[in-house]
């Protein structure tokens, strides 16, 4: 032991253990002996690698015991020995325990050693062991009070239970909180190397990289005392005698991160969202925005891929008009797959960081932009605009031409970022106000010319109008859309790729003008009834179809192109001149609300028309239309389980006032959720832009964390079995990072064990199996209920619908259940085709599904 009088200069770690065993503790004073010259931890020990350090244990000259270097105990450094002056201080009581005499034990401490003696000579290592938290507080305080501030340092907390569970993960962050409050000023970090917890418990059920880390404490003492001696000389590699490159080499706040969060402040305040998925050379931009998020209360909404960071940002903006920054690291730009393409055609506002390599990298690993490939060719040749930013020294010009970008409303704009500029440090002089918001873009006003022939269609045409809605405001849905419907006799239907817009309900109140979905799939049977007689479209004098806020995709329609333009009459509203239809009669290119409020003030229909009309609108009943939504068969149809489900959600939206976002993905389930089961409001529709299976999926998370009302998804095997499990995701957003659920998530995964729409269009054209193209193989989970410590998960198998059940568990906030719906497939009904309109299960079957059924004759004979 030292006894000069520069002792108390000497830097001095202090390692603290908790827990109620002795053997703990003791086991870590051996560990800590071992690398402090006691023992005989074999080649490496001393500068000359002879290992001649000795052990003692008398009393050091404050009154606590440590290892002296010298052989007599007296604790002066034996002669010659560089490696001598190390010293231990230890709250163990008794002799100082030995270290472990085991072959792989002096391997690890010999390591140690060799690389301590060189680069901490001098070190005292002072070991605090208390029984709870709040004793290695006290302890802490005590032994810094004694000494000179600024040279202490934290280097490990070392904590085992007091029983045989496992430590939860509250008790160990307030432990660290009381620490922390001890230290004070003193340099400490709580990381996974400088904080172990030791438990004799089992895994949990949740593994994640935590803040600390996490151990199965070890049976034999020699194998905990060399986890401990790695553990303490990985802290003095990493820590302690890197600090000062660490220090050199950091670069503070990013500039990008701050440019990019202060626009997106001023343009959305708290509503934008933060969407990641970690890389090395993003990591510190990724930190800076978590940072910013966390001050501002921004979302930040992470997924279990890139592809789901894009989902999850084009689900929230179709339903919230939330704009989206999404930072992902090099290579990855691809990763967003087609859903880039659905995010530019819903004109989504936001940005998109991706980094990659510098321009003149020699075939650079990751990189999109260098001689072999160019990724910005493929995001110009698909329409999304893009700016390279691989100048610090002009980033503020660059960041200025992306920001015209965004507001261009062209859809979200891609930053290819480089290192350089991922690295680029914020200023230190206070920063430059943003310009303000451009005006908003001139809209062309409703022409009084376009408007007369339409507004004479509302006031004294046909006795069949219906408005299929796209996307509506406030203003447009709240005040305008059912107000004209109530007034003029107008049915309402909401499309197949933008469900909910207007629904079934409103308010808790049913909506006697909503007739249902009209899409190329899933529409329902109330508006094809509405639109057709005897199986064909009624004549094209007696009806008229509005469009209000779509360009008329061909997912909007069940109709051929030859019906399009010649066998209805159609009225188009839209802003974008490039999207009005060539069939429209009416095209009407201007602002939906002023449009809307331009038909409110005009509207003068006739009591007797609208009499006429709200008696079609009546005739037209809401059935399922086909009878085996009646049979309890098991595997149940898709038909019986929406129907009954149907059933469910009505009581609850009835008597209980229960709203729900709906989400629907791509398949069989999605469209007969989409056609049969009564939505309060807008959902999120994979059917959206280019139908990719597993994006509605994908977007989940995003909007359970961020809605304020219950969450049903409605999953197909086939698109599951696409993409990753969201479970972890959810579970780790909530028990981790902060989020909640504030109503319940239900995720009913439909299991027919096949692609059912491929299945039927197959079906439908050969008197055959589909073959075994159209096969998914599913494996069944098993039934169970998880509590993840704050997100309880259960999983089960529903083979029935009982309704009272169902009803119960739809209502549990802050809940998720995984269902598992096992479905027999068949080929009817639900909107499949409009041919299944001449199913023989039809409430009303016209002449000509006979004359199609009838067999043709023999042929005559030559």
């Known amino acids: 032991m030292d006894s000069g009088s520069d002792s108390d200069k000497r830097p001095r770690f202090l390692v603290v253990t908790v827990g109620s065993r002795a053997a703990f503790h003791t086991a870590v004073a051996a560990a800590l002996n071992g690398l402090t010259g006691g023992g005989n931890p074999g080649i490496g020990d001393g500068l000359d690698g002879s290992g001649s350090g000795g052990a003692g244990d008398g ?30 201080v230890t709250d163990v009581a008794g002799p100082l325990p030995a270290p472990p005499d085991h072959p792989d034990w002096h391997t690890v401490a010999g390591r140690a050693r060799r690389f301590l003696d060189r680069v901490v000579p001098d070190a005292e290592v002072r070991h605090l062991a208390a029984a709870t938290f709040p004793a290695a507080a006290g302890a802490l305080a005590g032994a810094l009070a004694r000494r000179r501030s600024g ?40 990381t996974s190397r400088t904080v172990l917890v030791y438990d004799r418990a089992p895994l949990g ?60 402040d001023a343009r959305a305040g708290a509503r934008w969202g933060l969407h990641y998925y970690t890389g090395s050379v993003v990591s510190g931009l990724i930190g800076d925005l978590e940072e910013h998020a ?80 160019d990724s910005r060719e493929v995001l110009r040749a698909r329409g999304v605009p893009f700016h390279h930013l691989d100048d610090p020294a002009r980033l503020e010009e660059q960041l200025g031409a992306a920001y015209a970008s965004f507001e261009e409303d062209r859809g979200p704009v891609v930053l290819l970022a480089t290192p350089a500029v991922l690295r680029a440090p914020a200023r230190a002089e206070p920063r430059r106000p943003l310009p303000p918001p451009p005006r908003p873009r001139p809209v062309p006003e409703v022409r009084e010319d376009a408007l007369a022939p339409v507004m004479d269609l509302l006031n004294h045409g046909p006795d069949r109008v219906l408005w299929q809605c796209g996307p509506l405001d406030a203003e447009e849905e709240e005040g305008l ?38 899409g190329l799939y899933g529409y329902s049977d109330r508006v094809h009834d509405f639109l057709h007689h005897g199986g064909a479209l009624r004549p094209r004098d007696e009806q ?35 999207h009005l239809a060539p069939f429209a009669d009416h095209p009407l290119e201007c602002d939906a609300a002023a449009f809307l409020r331009a038909v409110r003030a005009r509207l003068d229909v006739p009591d007797a028309l609208r009499d006429r009309r709200e008696r079609a609108i009546a005739l037209s009943r809401d059935s399922a239309s086909d009878v085996v939504h009646t049979l309890p068969v098991r595997p149940m149809s898709a038909n019986y389980f929406f129907a009954r489900l149907g059933a469910v959600l009505d009581t609850l939206v009835r008597r209980h006032g229960y709203t729900w976002t709906g989400v629907f993905d791509v398949g069989r389930g999605g469209l007969s959720a989409i056609r049969n089961l009564p939505r309060t409001g807008p ?49 780790q957003e909530v028990t981790l990072n902060g989020h909640r659920l504030a109503g319940n998530l239900s995720v009913f995964r439909l299991v027919d064990g096949g692609h059912s729409v491929i299945r039927t269009y197959r079906e439908g054209r050969r008197a055959g199996p589909a073959g075994r193209q159209t096969q998914v193989l599913h494996l069944l989970d098993a039934e169970g209920e998880t509590d993840y410590g704050g997100l309880t998960v259960t999983r089960r198998v529903l083979d029935d619908v009982d309704h009272d059940m169902l009803a119960d568990r739809l209502r549990r906030p802050g809940a998720v259940d995984l269902w598992t719906v096992p479905l027999e497939h068949n080929n009817e009904g639900d909107g499949l085709s409009l041919l299944s309109s001449l199913g023989w299960q039809r409430d009303r079957l016209p002449d000509l599904a006979f004359g199609m059924a009838r067999r043709p004759g023999p042929r005559p004979a030559r």
Not at 167 to 188: F, K, M
Not at 343 to 369: H, I, K, M, N, Y
Request: net charge neutral.
């Open 59 to 88: 009393p050091d000259r404050n009154g606590e015991r440590g290892a002296g270097d010298g052989p007599d105990g007296s604790g002066c450094p034996a002669a010659g020995d560089p490696g001598a002056a190390h010293r231990l």
């Open 151 to 190: 040279d202490d340092r934290l280097a490990l907390v070392l904590t085992e239970p007091d029983g045989p569970l496992r430590q939860p993960d509250g008790t160990i962050a307030a432990g660290l909180a009381l620490l922390a409050g001890a230290l004070g000023d003193t340099p400490h970090t709580f």
């Open 205 to 264: 059920r949740v593994l994640v990289a935590g803040p600390y880390g996490r151990r199965r404490a070890p049976d034999r003492d020699w194998v905990l005392a060399a986890d401990v001696a790695v553990a303490f000389t990985d802290w003095v590699q990493l820590d302690y005698a890197s600090s000062a490159l660490r220090s050199a080499s950091a670069t503070g706040r990013s500039l990008l991160g701050e440019e990019l969060a202060a626009f997106l």
């Open 294 to 373: 966390a001050r501002r209360g921004n979302p930040v909404l992470r997924g279990p891929s890139e592809h789901s960071l894009a989902c999850g940002a084009l689900a929230r903006w179709q339903l919230d008009g939330a704009p989206f920054l999404v930072v992902v690291t090099s290579g990855m730009v691809d990763e967003f797959r087609g859903t880039l393409a659905n995010l530019r055609e819903a004109r989504a506002r936001g940005f998109l960081v991706c980094a990659d390599s510098p321009e003149d990298a020699w075939f650079p690993f990751q990189g999109t932009v260098h001689a072999a490939e």
């Open 481 to 518: 859309v059912h107000e004209i419907a109530s007034r003029a006799g107008v049915a309402l239907a909401d499309s197949l790729t933008r469900p909910g817009t207007v629904a079934r309900f409103r308010d808790g109140r049913p909506v006697p003008y909503y007739l249902g979905t009209l």
């Open 544 to 578: 008229c179809l509005f469009f209000l806020k779509s360009r008329i995709p061909e997912a909007a329609t069940p109709f051929s192109p030859r019906a399009l333009a010649r066998s209805l009459r159609i009225v188009q509203v839209t802003r974008e001149r490039a």
């Open 683 to 731: 959902g999120f529709s994979g059917w959206y832009g280019r139908a990719l299976m597993g994006d509605a999926l994908q977007a989940v998370p995003a909007l359970a964390l961020t809605r304020d009302d219950n969450v049903l998804a409605f999953v197909g095997d086939g698109a599951a079995a696409l993409v990753p499990d969201i479970v972890p995701t959810l579970v």
